[in-house]
């Protein structure tokens, strides 16, 4: 019995520890098969298996459970994205309450009941009391563009 036949159920061990270690850390459900394939290349290894029967285990169990499984995995496990509140405001109209310079700075807006700093895209500054469309959100300031009636009907 030699040396690789010895150390082949330790050596498919180890890497199914380290790539279930993997998927721990990346939790896509990708590496966690390939750690059960080489679970299963380990159990070939203690049955006194060639290292090409060891590797086509490896493979084949892998593979198989990656198709099978993953699209199934991957729909039970759906993580939805969840929509902040901040999410609600873009595409609303708000109210222009400090006049919008985006050279100074400054400038805020009001949306549905709270205040917001805001700037434009186009650099173009917007008076208080002008109504706003909420084209984004940068960090924690809103990017807003003139509300007209037909700035509505554009979109």
Do not use: H
């Not at 330790?10 to 059960?36: C, N, P, R």
């Not at 999410?87 to 709270?114: C, F, K, P, S, W």
């Not at 917001?116 to 807003?144: C, F, H, S, Y």
């Amino acid at each position: 019995m030699g040396t690789w036949a010895q150390l082949a159920p330790v050596f498919w061990l180890v890497l199914g520890i380290i790539l279930a270690v993997v998927e721990g850390v990346s939790v896509q459900l990708t590496a966690i098969w390939f750690a059960l394939g080489a679970a299963a290349a380990a159990v070939a290894a203690l049955l006194d298996a060639s290292i090409g029967v060891q590797a086509a285990v490896f493979l084949v169990v892998s593979t198989l459970l990656l198709l099978c499984t993953r699209p199934f995995a991957k729909k039970v496990l759906r993580v939805k994205k969840q929509s902040t509140n901040a999410d609600r405001v873009i595409g609303q109209i708000g109210v222009v309450q400090e006049t919008i310079d985006n050279d100074l700075g400054a400038g805020r807006v009001a949306v549905m009941g709270l205040g917001w700093a805001a700037r434009t895209m186009d650099n173009r500054d917007i008076p208080a009391g002008e109504k706003v469309r909420v084209l984004a959100i940068d960090g924690v300031k809103l990017i807003v563009e003139p509300y007209t009636k037909q700035t509505e009907t554009e979109q």
